[in-house]
Structures are given as structure tokens and as C-alpha cells.
């Protein structure tokens, strides 16, 4: 089993910025890519990025130039840099692990506002 703990969320003006973090704890071999997802009131959740071990990203256009992931190994962390934040960007953002058996771990959600 892989846990996942997210934070970083919170309020912001729009053009603003937020570092959301994800702790990964468990079976953290087996772990083949990492992500962060979104999912806005009344929408389907949606992928953000997502970086796999190799350190090979994904973006979704909406967030490409202005969203960042990351990873530190040595920690368990994967950090997504969000930056021109916009009030569409408010959903309650999600932390995925993918191990290399193509089981998926998710964590409980961070909620992000983009409001001025």
C-alpha cells in the first residue's frame, strides 16, 4: 500500500501563486509515477501533471507555462508550483501514485480558491 498526504492548499488572489506538496509513505519501491489532479464543483476530476520516476513529465494544456511538478526522492515528496493563478484553477487538487503494477493510491485532496 503507498499513502499519500497533501498540503499546500488555500486561498489566493488571482495572478497569484501556491506550492501544493504530496508525502508519499508505505511501499514507496513500487511507485512508477506520481501526479496531481483537480476536481472543480460539478466537474469530472481531471489530470493536472505527473512525473514519473524516470523524472519524464505530463502537463495539461491548461497548466503548461504555469504549473510546475517536481519530485524529491530522498523525500517522498512531489511538489506541484503553481503560478498566474486564475479563479477557474479553484477545485480541490489531488495527489495520485501509480506503482508499476498499475494499481493507483490517491490522497484526501487539498482545497484550492483562486478569489480576490
Known amino acids: 500500500q503507498v499513502q499519500l498526504v497533501e498540503s499546500g492548499g488555500g486561498l489566493v488572489q488571482p495572478g497569484g501563486s501556491l506550492r501544493l506538496s504530496c508525502v508519499a509513505s508505505g511501499r514507496i519501491s513500487s511507485i512508477y509515477s506520481m501526479g496531481w489532479y483537480r476536481q472543480a464543483p460539478g466537474k469530472q476530476r481531471e489530470l493536472v501533471a505527473a512525473i514519473t520516476r524516470g523524472g519524464s513529465t505530463n502537463y495539461a494544456d491548461y497548466v503548461k507555462g504555469r504549473f510546475t511538478i517536481s519530485r524529491d526522492n530522498a523525500k517522498n515528496t512531489v511538489y506541484l508550483q503553481m503560478s498566474s493563478l486564475q479563479p477557474e484553477d479553484t477545485a480541490v487538487y489531488y495527489c495520485?501514485?501509480?506503482?508499476?503494477?498499475?494499481?493507483?493510491?490517491w490522497g484526501q485532496g487539498t482545497q484550492v480558491t483562486v478569489s480576490s
Open positions: 495520485n501514485a501509480v506503482r508499476i503494477d498499475g494499481f493507483g493510491s
